[in-house]
């Protein structure tokens, strides 16, 4: 035999032996059917189309006709693609207006939370503040008050100082709300901060305004835009202090603006849906465009 043919047999047993040891990893690695599984698959995906019911419903009831609404009900298919509903509630409710006002107060409100939740949270959390276990106990217990509790004090406090039908009353009452969530939060994260990048700032010399803003944030920075994102759409979808507090039509947001199309007796079904699918669309573009962040926020801390 000679050396080439040797050579030849030699590799092609090593190759043997290599799709021999292929083949057996990949039957250890095949689980054995478990039925369990996929019944809990099937669980979350009827969970999950229960969950988005409404919005098929919304969509669906959007571009009818009132009166096919009427005759063939909310579960069937509209005969043509109808637009006036989109038109009316635009029309109606002077919709540009309102979303100025949506927007400018959920952007506001949601930058002075997570500016006020950081503060609070580095004082709390890395800060020596005596009590401090008993103080973010406090805040949760004001993220647990319903809002109906302390609606009487609020409405006489800011009508007092002339605020009554302004917009930075919603700006301040849902910044404070939702700070005391943020700020909970928060203080949890920084009291496990690594206590060496602390010692290193301090050895550098940095203040606590310097460490706060070079150490602390760079790194918790994804969870205050978490945090953004949460509120901002908290504060869009706000009604209940938005109808106490805002009466006149050039203040309104758009909730109110959807809940002005339902009369005592009259209900206009299609052009609610419309104006429901409109309100939906910013709030749904801002989720999209911070879905990244969003998706780094929580697992941030997760891999060290």
Do not use: H
Not at 6 to 27: H, L, N
Not at 59 to 85: C, I, M, R, V, W
Not at 127 to 146: D, E, K, Y
């Amino acid at each position: 035999m000679s050396a080439s043919s040797s050579v030849k047999t030699t590799i092609q047993r090593r190759m043997t032996r290599i799709e021999r040891k292929d083949e057996a990893r990949g039957t250890s690695n095949r689980k054995p059917f478990d039925p369990l599984r996929w019944i809990i698959l099937l669980a979350c995906v009827l969970f999950a189309i229960l969950i988005l019911s409404p919005l098929f419903l919304m969509l669906l009831n959007a571009f009818k006709t009132s009166a096919d609404y009427t005759q063939n009900g909310p579960l069937s298919f509209p005969k043509e693609l109808y637009f006036g509903g989109l038109i009316n509630f635009w029309k109606a409710t002077n919709f540009p207006v309102k979303f100025w006002n949506s927007l400018w107060i959920s952007v506001v409100s949601a930058l002075i939370s997570v500016v006020l939740s950081l503060f609070n949270s580095y004082a709390l959390g890395i800060g020596r503040v005596r009590g401090s276990s008993l103080i973010v106990a406090l805040f949760m217990i004001l993220t647990m008050l319903p809002g109906e509790g302390f609606i009487y004090p609020l409405f006489y406090m800011f009508n007092a100082v002339g605020m009554g039908n302004s917009q930075w009353t919603i700006v301040i009452i849902c910044g404070i709300i939702n700070m005391a969530f943020g700020t909970y939060l928060l203080s949890s994260v920084m009291s496990t901060f690594p206590k060496e990048l602390l010692e290193a700032a301090q050895i550098d010399g940095a203040g606590r305004w310097r460490t706060l803003k070079d150490v602390v944030f760079p790194i918790m920075k994804s969870n205050c835009a978490v945090l953004f994102i949460f509120f901002f759409i908290w504060t869009w979808n706000e009604f209940y202090f938005t109808l106490i507090f805002l009466v006149t039509g050039d203040t309104q947001t758009i909730p109110l603006a959807i809940a002005s199309l339902q009369g005592d007796r009259i209900m206009d079904v299609p052009t609610i849906n419309a104006g429901s699918l409109i309100s939906l669309i910013p709030a749904f573009v801002f989720f999209l465009l911070f879905q990244r962040t969003l998706t780094k926020g929580i697992t941030a801390g997760a891999v060290k």
